[in-house]
Each structure stands twice: as structure tokens, then as C-alpha cells.
């Protein structure tokens, strides 16, 4: 095992925990918060990831092109929360599963219309395409991009969280909504807000992930499963859980995809350890999801912030 | 939430007036929504502007089409056959979609005896053990391009390999077919689960093997992903990367100068030289605003194939067994867009295979084709078929 090649993997696990935390952050504010399920959390991620894409093949500008795909992907949430959301959040989860999982579809099959069903272009400029040498051995550049805005978007939320009064409200508004607003706060509006960063976050996770994944239609649908992995390890509602939760799911995938066939190869025949390896690797975040739930059911942050 | 287009309508009137029965029916079912949906409307596309090329006749007889969406689900697949047979009465099926959908068919296949052209899939059981005398393999035998790497990748003279594909049937098949022909060293063989999206782990371990030549079979989004994450890793231009099912015109559309360098094994490209493949990509492009894929082509072909054996049928394909006969022996002399073509005894295609290269031209991608990798190729599993 060669320490380079292994710190390599540990950056490129450090990369898809910032982009887990980018969804799952909103995910998890508005779930603790509103006690709203939003399916269409990663109908939001792609559409951020194709107004990205367009934007950028339209003007050339990469920094207008991740504006464009937070606006749009919080516009699309503005709309979500006022047309969908809001008249369910008083009802059952079921009913709000059963309509956001219609609007998932829906937002799938707007993609097909609008951008066709083949894999959308997308391309990133050539300042930040190639590779850098980085503990010895060569790592994309566009990655390292990548853990930067991620980083610093956490720290962010940490600051608007912990900060401001928004954050305050927020916070309040987890432990009990109803006291909140009876204090004068004005709760329907905090939630709009509080939508539509979620889908900001969502959008800009999309459009940062654009070109490294592909882009089309139906590609928000794997990765809302990961972010629900990673809101229920981290605790709902707990923007600090679902930051440690990201990371730490992303790094033991990543490494358990890395190195657990080759660890496997110690007990079994070397074809055996492939096969069982590389399904072992897949299962393990939710092994790690399974035994988490098992000694702290309400997540890892739970205790910590109440 | 079947999808049936003007044809079935007319197809429709055609049950509803049973005089006009001597039109010949064709059913075509493949995946049409969905994320492989490129994929099934391609081979749609090709087949209906074989049609349109042929003034809407087989053989001399109007034709009527019969259009249905499998939804890449076996069970759909075998219940869209059930009803081509017993409710539209067709005379043959033609797309068949995936292996997986061919598999769960092929009974109610044989059970008819009606002739059944695949335009996509070509598993390894049909060509062997289970070949089948109605069934008909127009596209290619799954493991035909893999093994059109292997040998390519040893006439580089590369020294060894590293293999990476999604872990399921077809990517173990692949790997395999690529296994029969090259006889160098393999690295690795690395499966990831089937629709991974992001392979960072995967390509720094392939980073620090250093192999001399990468094989991979990734299909759709998961190659376009690859292919870029592959680019953004420094990786294109400095590993040569062999490949099937990746690039293709459709991926090419979403990569771009993105897939320059990439070569990969095909029994077809919009780039092959011959008087019915131009004709066909010059109205293929006219119609539809895009490079036709090789699943468009094996449409176009089935189109063209159908219209030889009804001929030879005189019109008439009222006698099952002869019409079957009729397309195994016109497999030989249709005209195909591959240029030379014939069905082999366990009705899969003897034919030539190639190897192409995306090169970058300016701000595009362009197709090069590099070598014949083998001419009249035959399938590694026509010794088990029992069908002479």
C-alpha cells in the first residue's frame, strides 16, 4: 500500500463528502425544521447541474454559471415550497413523499423535453482542466476546486447559522416552530427562505458536479439516496451532523472501494475477493447507516445539539 | 404506459378490417423511455427510415408497424410479445431490446416460430446452447467487439492490460471476450457496481498500476463520466484507452473533443465506406438533426432485411418455416450499411469488425477508422449451437 496513492484517495473522498454535505445540508434543514420530506431534493441538484451546464456553454464564464444554477435551483425551490410543500405541511408524510416523488418525475421528464435524453455537454474551462501533482501523485485540479468552494460554503453555513439571527430563528425553529412563531417571528417566511437555500445548496452541489458526473435526466435520483444515508447519520436537522456524516460516508466509500478487494485478497482467492470485495464496498455506508441507527437513532450530532 | 405510435394505429385498422391481411405486420419493441431510452428510439429511428426509404413496403407489400416500449423489464418485454403475437398477428418482430429482455422472450419466441430480428442484443446462451431457429442475431454477438479489442490491443503490441467494466453479466462477458484474444499480462480486472457515478478511486489506483493499456466497457452515462473523469485526471492522451459501447455518436454528442484519442472496437460508424451506409447517414442526418449510432444502423438494416426475404417470399408469409428461411438465407445478399454481412448457422452475424478512433478536428470530434480488426468474425459459441 503506497502512502501517496492512499492520501489521494482520502482527497478524493474528501471531495464527494463536500458534495454529499452541499445536498444533504439542505435536505436536513428542511426535514429538522419544517418536518417537510422533499423527494425532489435531487430533481433540485439536477436541475442546478443542466442550467449550470447551459449557462457555462452559453457565456464561457464559470462563476456565472455556478450563480445561474443556485438561482435557478432556488427558484425552482421558491416554487416548490409555495405550490407543493406549503399546503402539506400539515399533513402526513406520506403525502408529502407521494407528491414530491411525483415532482420528481415531473422534473426528470422536463429534462428529457427540454434537454433531450441523451448525456448533456458540459465542460469546464482550460485553467482548471488537467492535473496537479499533489502528495506525489497526479490530482485533477477541478477536484481540488471542488473541497475549496465546499469548504468555504461550510463555513458559511456554520456563520449564518451560528452567527445571525437568521441562524437563530432557525435553530429556534427546530426545537419547536410553533414557539417560535408565537414570539413574532415571522415563520412562513423564514421557511421560503430556508427552501430555497436548501435548493440553492442543492443547485450548486449540481452544477459543481456537472463535470465530473454526466449530465441528464434522472441523475438527482442515486444521489437522493446518499443524502438521505447521510441526514439520518448526522442527525436530522443538524447542519454540523450532516457535514461529519458527509465526510465520513464519503471517505469509507471511497477507500472501501479502494482498497477492500485488495484487503480481501489476504482470505480469498484473488477473482472471490473482486467480486465479494467490490459488493462489500457498495454495502458499507449502509452497514455504517445500520450501525449507527443501532446505538444512536436519532444520529450522531443528536445529543450534541439538544 | 405503452407508447404506440401512428403505425399502431393503422396497424389497428388493419385488425379492424380483416380483408386487408395481406399486408405484412412487424412489431417493433425495445426500450424507449427511461435512461437507456437513446438506445431503443435509435433502432426505431433507422428501422422506420429503412421503411420510409423502402416507400413504406416489404417486399412489395405494405407494411404495417407495430410500436411498443419494454422499459428495459423482462416481464413488459415478454407481455409486449405475447401481444404482438396473439393480439396484432405480426408477421415478425423486430428490436428485442437488451439481452435481459431478449432472455425472458425467447420462449414465446420459439413457441411461435415467427421470425424474430435483434437489432441490439446478441447474449452468449442464444448463440450457443439455446440458439433458437426463428431468432435472429442482426446486431452482433455481445462478446464480437470486446474481442475485436483484445486482438487489437496484442497487434499493438502491448505488453499488459488493465480492465475495468460495471459488475453484472454483460461486463464479465466483455471482459471475457477481450480475455480470448489478448494474450498479454492483465493487470487488473476491476468491477465497479453498476451505475457508479463517480470512479475518483477507481482511476487513482489505475494511476499508480501505470498498466500500458486500459480496456474498459462503461455504456451510456456511466462511459461519459468516465471518459471526462479519465480527461480530468490527466490520464486521455497519456494511457491509451481501448473501448466498446462507450463512444458512440450518441456519447460523442455529450463528450466531444472531450473523447479525443479514445479507440474503440464497432461493427459500424457513420464514417464506413459504402454506398448504402452513406445513403442512409446523409437522410438519417436530414431527418432526425444527429449522427446515427450503430443501433440506428442495425434498425436501418432490419428494415432492409425483411424487404429481401419477403421478396424472395414472392409477397406471401403465410408459411412461417419458409419466411424464417427466407431471412437466414437473405442475411447473405440484403444490402447491408456494414457492406458485407451473412448469418451464421446459429443465425448470429458473420461479418466484419473494426477498429475507430475519436480524433479531435478544431472544436469537434471526429471518427477515424483505424484497422479491420477481422473479417467474417464468427461468434466463440456457434460450436454449441446444434443448428446446421
Known sequence: MNSSLFLSQLLNGLQLGVLLFLLSSGLTLIFGIMNFINLAHGSLYMVGAFVGAAAYNASGSFWFSLAAGVASAALAGLLIEHLVARPLYRHDHLYQVLATFGLMMFFNELAIVIWGNRPYFVTIPESIRGAVTIFGAPYPVYRLLVIAVGIAVAFGAWFLIQKTRFGMLTRAGTTNAAMVSVLGANVDLLKKALFMLGAGLAGLAGTLAGPILSVQSGMGDPVLILALVVIVVGGIGSIRGALLAAIVIAVIDTLGRAYLPHLLTLVLAPSAANTAGSALASMLIYLLMAFVLAFRPHGIMYSARR | ?????????????????????????????????????????DQRDGFLLGLEHLDGKLGGQKADIVIEDDQLKPDVGAQIVQKFLERDKVDAVVGLGFSNVLMAELRRIKDSGVPAIATNAGPGPVAGKLCTANLFGLAWQNDTMSEAMGQYVQDMGHKNAYLMTSSYQAGKDKLNGFKRFFKGDIVKEVYTPLGQLDFSAE????????????????????????????????????????????????????????????????????????????????????KY?????????????????????????????????????????????????????????????????????????????????LATVFTDHQDAYVSECGMK
Not at chain 2, 399502431?8 to 399486408?23: S, T, V
Not at chain 2, 461519459?224 to 486521455?236: D, E, S
Open chain 2, 203 to 286: 482511476i487513482s489506483a489505475l494511476q499508480a498500476a501505470k498498466p500500458e493499456a486500459l480496456f474498459v466497457f462503461y455504456t451510456g452515462g456511466t462511459g461519459v463520466n468516465f471518459v471526462r473523469q479519465l480527461g480530468q485526471a490527466g490520464l486521455m492522451g497519456k494511457l491509451p484507452v481501448y473501448s466498446e459501447s462507450m463512444i458512440d455518436a450518441n456519447t460523442l454528442v455529450s463528450l466531444k473533443t472531450q473523447a479525443d484519442g479514445n479507440i474503440y472496437g464497432a461493427t459500424w460508424s457513420h464514417v464506413l465506406d459504402n454506398p448504402q451506409s452513406k445513403r442512409f447517414v446523409e437522410a438519417f442526418e436530414k
Open chain 2, 289 to 369: 438533426g444527429h449522427t446515427p449510432s450503430e443501433y440506428a444502423a442495425n434498425g436501418y438494416d432490419a428494415a432492409y432485411l425483411l424487404d429481401t426475404a419477403v421478396r424472395k417470399m414472392k409477397g406471401d408469409v403465410s408459411d412461417r418455416k419458409a419466411f424464417v428461411a427466407a431471412v437466414k438465407a437473405a442475411g447473405a445478399e440484403f444490402p447491408s450499411v456494414r457492406g458485407k454481412f451473412a448469418f451464421n448457422t446459429n443465425n448470429m452475424p458473420i461479418q466484419n469488425v473494426y477498429a475507430f478512433k475519436a480524433v479531435k478536428e478544431g472544436d469537434d470530434i471526429a471518427v477515424k477508422q
Open chain 2, 1 to 41: 404506459m405503452k407508447k404506440s405510435m401512428i403505425a399502431a394505429l393503422l396497424a389497428g385498422l388493419a385488425l379492424g378490417a380483416p380483408a386487408a391481411r395481406a399486408d405484412v405486420t412487424v412489431g417493433f419493441s425495445g426500450v424507449l423511455s427511461g435512461p437507456q431510452a437513446v438506445l431503443g428510439q
